[in-house]
């Protein structure tokens, strides 16, 4: 029985391997060498020039010196150094297919350039810069046979067809120390989550979330909440739409009590891109923001509003509202509709 048993085993992994070597070899087929090679090259160059744009455009906007700065323009360092390392040791080895892991390892670190590239308003000329970049990318996922962006639910920039009951901001407890964490969902299927003060990017499916590869099955919680619960070890994290603080996690009722000069419907110009701003707030504390035609939403407690991940204060104006950033205290008026 025990030689039956090793003997599967063994054949299991032959086949395995089989598979393997034969999928590498199909794709050797598709390629050669020397296009991959152009193709990483390529991918390299325009990665160290798309790195001095961005951080060129971040010293040109309204968070320029501010750690927000630095953690965007960290987001894209990291990519640029894995398509470094990807071409050093792609032009160092005599069979690319052993370049797949660090090619696994761009694929991670562009999904964090994606979502935030879909996440935030940017210049139209970067945003055109990283949209053909994304072509290239998805062609060298193609070549070694990986997954590429937006071409399945957890490879960031996809996503989509989010139920309506899913969207907003959520806040639940990071069941590793009990701090809290800010979900935030938009009907895009973008998706910021808060974690201790630090962001990161992930994608909504359907009923389904990624982030950092991880996926987690949604399910609705009665009428002001919902759970995450991870596909991979079972984890479970219960969400609620009001923050925490009086009742607690989904019982303190800590969105709303907005002034009534702060309802309605407002418009602005975005001052990093120029473009429209329409904030809509409504007295229960529900906010949705449409720039440049992205839908976010956020939410209004008092004078404190939220949205993805970060905070400002409300003041009210002539004929409409000034919003003041907490941490960078960039001011944006808005007029009433």
């Known amino acids: 029985m025990k030689f039956k048993a090793v003997y599967r085993t063994i054949l299991m992994l032959v086949i395995a391997l089989s598979v393997f070597a034969g999928l590498a070899i199909a794709q050797q087929n598709r390629y050669s060498r020397r296009q991959v090679g152009d193709l990483i090259a390529k991918l390299e160059r325009s990665s160290n020039t798309f790195r001095r744009d961005f951080d060129r455009e971040m010293d040109r906007s309204s968070i320029n010196g501010t750690n927000e700065e630095d953690r965007l323009n960290r987001i894209v360092a990291n990519f640029e150094s894995a398509m470094n390392r990807l071409r050093r040791d792609f032009d160092g080895s005599d069979n690319w297919w052993e370049s797949r892991n660090n090619v696994n390892k ?4 562009a999904r964090q350039v994606n979502s935030m590239m879909n996440n935030l308003s940017f210049a139209r000329r970067l945003e055109n810069q990283w949209r053909g970049m994304r072509s290239d990318i998805n062609r060298l996922a193609d070549t070694f046979d990986l997954p590429g962006l937006g071409s399945g639910p957890i490879f960031g920039g996809g996503g989509g067809n989010v139920p ?44 389904r979330v990624h982030f950092g590869g991880a996926t987690s099955r949604v399910s609705r919680l009665g009428n002001n909440g919902m759970r995450t619960t991870r596909t991979d070890n079972g984890e479970r994290i219960d969400y609620y739409r009001n923050r925490p603080g009086g009742g607690g996690l989904g019982g303190g009722g800590n969105i709303g009590n907005v002034p009534n000069w702060a309802t309605g419907t407002f418009w602005a110009r975005n001052p990093q891109t120029g473009g429209r701003i329409t904030l809509t ?54 007029r009433r509709q």
Do not use: C
């Open 281 to 334: 707030i409504q007295s229960n504390g529900n906010v949705t923001v449409n720039m440049d035609g992205n839908i976010s939403y956020g939410s209004v407690y008092g004078t404190t509003f939220t949205l993805n991940g970060e905070s400002s204060t409300i003041s009210k104006i002539s004929n409409g509202i000034r919003t003041r950033h907490n941490r960078t205290g960039e001011r944006i008026d808005y």
């Open 164 to 207: 309506q009951w899913m969207l907003g901001t959520w806040y639940g407890r990071n069941p590793m120390n009990g701090s809290i964490i800010q979900l935030t969902i938009n009907s895009n299927g973008s998706a910021t989550a808060d974690i201790g003060g630090s962001m990161i990017y992930g994608t909504a499916d359907g009923t």
């Open 106 to 109: 761009v694929m991670d670190e």
